[in-house]
């Protein structure tokens, strides 16, 4: 028999709360942030607003389904199933952080702040809830197909992140490594730089843009969030008698992957901006990134 639909809540602790548990009462966190030069009646309101949006999306989940609710803290202690409905409620950056636990499973983002958010990820009001979530496994359902890129070392250790992968030195230090592209006769080249970011169209948005912007967009175009096509960068690589500058920027196509050799005792690849989730990789190391085979189904 199969399961009924599960809807799994994701949202993260708001910075009031956050703010109370330090500071230990209303009060304290008050006279904190005043300090500051800040009104907590900002912080309290939003959180309020968050709060109200959790309740009303909770109530329109179909009562025959099953439901849970996930912190962001929690997602890689937590186990999806086939049958999830992941409905993320909070930022844009919420849905990026849960897209690396997925697979197939349709996410439906809900905007609890419409303004502060660009709301590139999270397309809807809480009220759309009411009429989104039964239907969003009904036939014809509207979905975007949002391109992922992966990680994969030499010892079998993988990483997914829907914006972009950064590999380099732990605290953006030099990192030395050697720099090739598959199909290019193994011709690899020695760098010394700050890391190499490797995005999607989603995350040309954000951290991947400002480096296209930064160098004048290099000749490249920026892919659309679904369009199967990354770029990567090398961030301020630095020319010697032993490492070069010839490769600094370029695409990759679906087939097509960067490969990454470690010449440093220690280098990490993390995805999104969790380095706290980074995948270590030392000496000989060889990491190969691309195009992910699995892609994120976002309602609407």
Known sequence: MSLAPRAVLVHRTT??????????THGQAAFFLASRGRDIEEVAERHRRTRRALAEVTAAIPLTWRQTSLERADLDRFLFGPEDVVVVVGQDGLVANVAKYLAGQPVVGIDTDPGRNPGV?????????AVLLPSVLAAGTGMSELT???AVADDTQRL???NEI????????????????????????????????VGTGTGATGWIRSV????GGDGLDLPAPSERRLLWFVREAWPSPATGTSLVAGELSATHRLSLTVESERLIAFGDGIESDAVELTWGQRVTVGVCEERLRLVG
């Open 160 to 162: 997914v992140a829907l």
């Open 148 to 150: 992922m890129v992966e």
């Open 121 to 129: 990820l999270v397309r809807h009001r809480p009220r759309d809830a």
């Open 212 to 215: 296209w912007q930064e160098r």
């Open 15 to 24: 910075e009031y709360k956050e703010l109370v548990a330090r500071h230990g």
């Open 166 to 197: 950064y590999l380099g030195a732990a605290g953006h230090q030099t990192a030395r490594y050697r720099l090739g592209l598959d199909g290019d006769g193994g011709v690899a080249e020695a760098q010394a730089s700050s890391g190499v970011l």
